[in-house]
């Protein structure tokens, strides 16, 4: 595991390498690892990739690096999550740009069964102010399991998290630069408080400034580890609606409160509604409703057994049987690691289930027995 995090980093450190190639590289050859044990075999295995590729990955400063995070994320009880590890976002592993590895301080599980992202303006107003408490207050009673996703920014991203915190939900701050630093610090409290209560997470290695680029980039993770993506409030620009269209891109659920025609910070919100990019959200009842995350499920009630299902082959039972270790329902890449059957396998499977009536497609790539 240490050496494929080792060579993970090393890659996206390479010159001249982006990263859409080299998540192509390392899909199509398995790992990180592999792409560098078989680099003189690459040309054979990929024709459309250049000789000056081929010599670009002998890079030693690359290692050098990439040893030295590693170092540096042990030293800090800092997590370094690959694109195949279990731990790594399922959502978010999803969308052909996921960043090849994810640098994680914090408790709560990145696959919870419900995350939903929180974004906004970040000369919140009032109004924002209220919806994120009456949200969260009011999706306590309703959903009281959801991982709630920022990006700790000023204005709604902080009042996000700490309506979460307030409320008892896990929270997830994604940041625009390393683990070695909080920005802005006027959150850092709140940032310490979530290490214990959700976490923080990052694709930057440590020393990486908070540059105005980076802010877009961690937009995509925001928006690809989520179910749906929720604007609270938003002017015609900025940050917020760009989240928006990244979860729309990676056909999640988008959601957007609505303002008066004349509130310059409802006026992107309104426009989401208005062009049908996001659903119009009153209430977290609302939100609830749509993502058909209301049907209560009890341990108590009847589970699926085998012997009903005689038609059933080896492949199917094993995904029953660990549907019926979680009756709350799992998410695909989930029952792929408990299973170690192939995606593509996996997907098939699931899809003839639920022809015969056996599971049920929820939300984010999640299923349940009937």
Wanted: aromatic share 6%; with cysteine; charged share 25%.
């Amino acid at each position: 595991m240490k050496d494929e995090q080792i060579y993970t980093l090393a890659l996206s450190r390479i010159p001249g390498l982006g990263l859409m190639g080299a998540c192509n590289l390392v899909r199509t050859l398995g790992s990180a690892s592999a792409v560098f044990q078989h680099r003189k075999e690459l040309k054979e295995l990929l024709p459309e990739v250049s000789e000056k590729l081929i010599k670009a990955l002998d890079c030693p400063e690359a290692f050098h690096r990439a040893e030295e995070e590693l170092k540096y994320a042990e030293k800090n009880q800092i997590q370094c999550i690959t694109l195949n590890d279990a731990a790594y976002p399922s959502r978010l592993r999803e969308c052909e740009d996921a960043p090849l590895a994810l640098f994680y301080r914090g408790n709560a599980p990145l696959n919870a069964l419900k995350v939903i992202s929180m974004v906004g303006t970040r000369h919140a107003t009032p109004y924002g102010a209220d919806i994120c408490q009456s949200f969260a207050r009011d999706l306590k009673d309703l959903c009281p399991d959801v991982l709630i996703v920022s990006g700790l920014a000023y204005g709604i991203d902080i009042h996000a998290h700490r309506a979460a915190l307030q409320h008892g939900f896990s929270t997830i701050g994604v940041l625009a630069h390393g683990l070695d630093r909080i920005y802005p610090a006027a959150h850092r409290k709140t940032a310490i408080d979530m290490m214990d209560h959700g976490g923080l997470l990052t694709e930057f290695m440590s020393g990486t400034n908070p540059d105005r680029q980076n802010f877009v980039k961690r937009n995509r993770i925001v928006a690809g580890m989520s179910d749906a993506t929720i604007v609270v409030e938003s002017a015609i620009k900025g940050g917020a609606l760009i989240t928006a269209e990244l979860a729309e891109s990676y056909h999640r659920d988008c959601f957007a409160f609505p303002g008066r025609t004349t509130d310059v910070y409802s006026a992107g919100c309104n426009e989401l509604i208005r062009s049908n990019r996001a659903s119009l959200l009153l209430s977290a009842e609302d939100f609830v409703n749509a993502m058909g995350w209301n049907v209560t499920t009890h341990s108590s009630q009847k589970t699926i057994q085998r012997e009903l299902f005689p038609e059933l082959n080896d492949e199917e039972k094993k995904v029953i049987q660990a549907l019926q270790r979680n009756p709350d329902g799992m998410q695909i890449n989930m029952m792929v690691v408990e299973t170690d059957i192939p995606i593509n396998r996996m997907s098939a499977l699931l899809f003839e289930l639920e022809m015969k009536g056996v599971v049920r497609a929820l939300a984010g790539g999640v299923y349940r027995l009937l």
